[in-house]
């Protein structure tokens, strides 16, 4: 079974960037994996997923800005993410893309303020 642990998360200001990483233990090539976030109060949400074979797709809030890749050699899936809002401010979680969702991670806190 596959595990999650995030990392890369932190204070930034409005504008700036970040790059979060996912190390996943387990079988990892054969999924579609997918970054989430869960902002105070709000449920959590897909905002960008990438298919085992590289093909992504990106939620409205995030298309232009954020960028999903993987390494499957070593079993990491990031997030790089630019030109950061306070709406990003959230806890970013990775998990599958499709099917039935594994056990969730810890996350990692992004906070956007100046």
């Known amino acids: 079974q596959v595990r999650f642990v995030e990392s890369g998360g932190g204070l930034v200001q409005p504008g700036g960037s970040l790059r979060l990483s996912c190390a996943a233990s387990?079988?990892?090539?054969?999924?579609?994996l997918g970054w989430y976030r869960q902002a105070p109060g709000k449920q959590r949400k897909l905002v960008a997923r990438?298919?085992?074979?590289?093909?992504?797709n990106y939620g409205d809030s995030v298309k232009g800005r954020f960028t999903i890749s993987r390494d499957n050699a070593k079993n990491t899936v990031y997030l790089q993410m630019n030109s950061l809002k306070s709406e990003d401010t959230a806890v970013y979680y990775c998990?599958?893309?499709?099917?039935?969702?594994?056990?969730w991670g810890q996350g990692t806190q992004v906070t956007v303020s100046s």
């Open positions: 998990n599958v893309a499709v099917g039935q969702i594994l056990d």
């Open positions: 387990g079988v990892f090539s054969i999924y579609a």
């Open positions: 990438i298919s085992s074979g590289g093909r992504t």
